[in-house]
């Protein structure tokens, strides 16, 4: 289920009972303030100050309800200490039944809700700042697309081209000074031959990523590479990208891709 759907289901929610947990949980390791494992800390507390107002509220049902929420969730952090990024979003309900976790590579604030909804204001403004998204690296062998949502990439896969440029002609006979020997004309063929291939090769291209924004439910199309190829891509999408990125990024680590895309 993409992001999208997920808010949208939990916007639906409703149990006409305050039993809903909602959970943002900052456990970026970059943050000096999460040295030594400081989140496990803050969930602590959170949870702690929760179970203190439940006591004095003398809600049984909610007590009971919040008992069984808390075990869950301790489980699931416990099952995932070693998969953490920069945070997590959880929300949880038993009746009926709610339960719906994001680990997240964006800035998150800690804050602990138990309310009769799902509490989703830091939710959407993450979203509306990352959200699903496809990122597209043209270059002259390949297209490299990355499905991102919330600062995670969620599939990193490419389209590969082969300009087959022996079909035109090889550039042989070398002077030993390293010289092409062909003339200049026969250059400018080949060059004039590859671009064409690329326009065509990217036109294909642009069907491709069209159906995979629809698939994929990428509210956003971003566009990276060198200047005149990005460009190029640019132009043969129906749709004009959310932005570009003149720099070839097609060597790069997916998380450093997203911090030129989405924080530049």
């Given at each position: 289920m993409t992001l999208h759907k997920e808010l949208k289901k939990l916007k639906a929610y409703q149990s006409g009972e305050r039993n809903v947990f909602t959970m943002y949980l900052n456990t970026n390791p970059a943050d000096p303030e999460q040295l030594n494992g400081a989140w496990e800390i803050h969930l602590k507390n959170g949870i702690k100050e929760l179970d203190k107002k439940l006591d004095d509220s003398n809600e049984e049902q909610e007590q009971k309800d919040f008992k069984v929420i808390k075990q869950k969730i301790i489980k699931e952090l416990d099952?995932?200490?070693?998969?953490?990024?920069?945070?997590?979003?959880?929300?949880?309900?038993?009746?009926?039944?709610?339960?719906?976790?994001?680990?997240?590579?964006?800035?998150?604030?800690?804050?602990?809700?138990?309310?009769?909804?799902?509490?989703?204001?830091?939710?959407?403004?993450?979203?509306?700042?990352?959200?699903?998204a496809g990122i597209i690296m043209p270059s002259f062998g390949e297209v490299r697309i990355l499905d991102t949502a919330m600062g995670m990439v969620k599939e990193d896969f490419s389209y590969s081209f082969d300009p087959n440029l022996e079909e035109w002609g090889e550039k042989k006979n070398m002077d030993p000074g390293g010289k092409h020997a062909i003339g200049s004309s026969k250059v400018d063929f080949l060059e004039s031959r590859l671009k064409e291939n690329v326009k065509r090769f990217f036109k294909s291209m642009g069907t491709t990523v069209q159906k995979l924004k629809k698939e994929k439910g990428w509210a956003e199309i971003h566009v990276a590479g060198e200047t005149e190829l990005a460009i190029a891509f640019s132009e043969i999408l129906p749709e004009k990208p959310a932005s570009c990125v003149y720099k070839n990024l097609n060597n790069s680590k997916p998380a450093d891709i997203i911090h030129q895309v989405f924080e530049k």
């Open positions: 099952d995932h200490k070693e998969e953490l990024h920069k945070g997590i979003v959880l929300f949880a309900a038993e009746e009926p039944p709610l339960w719906s976790v994001h680990y997240v590579q964006v800035p998150v604030k800690n804050s602990f809700h138990w309310e009769n909804l799902p509490q989703l204001e830091q939710l959407e403004y993450m979203y509306k700042a990352y959200p699903e």
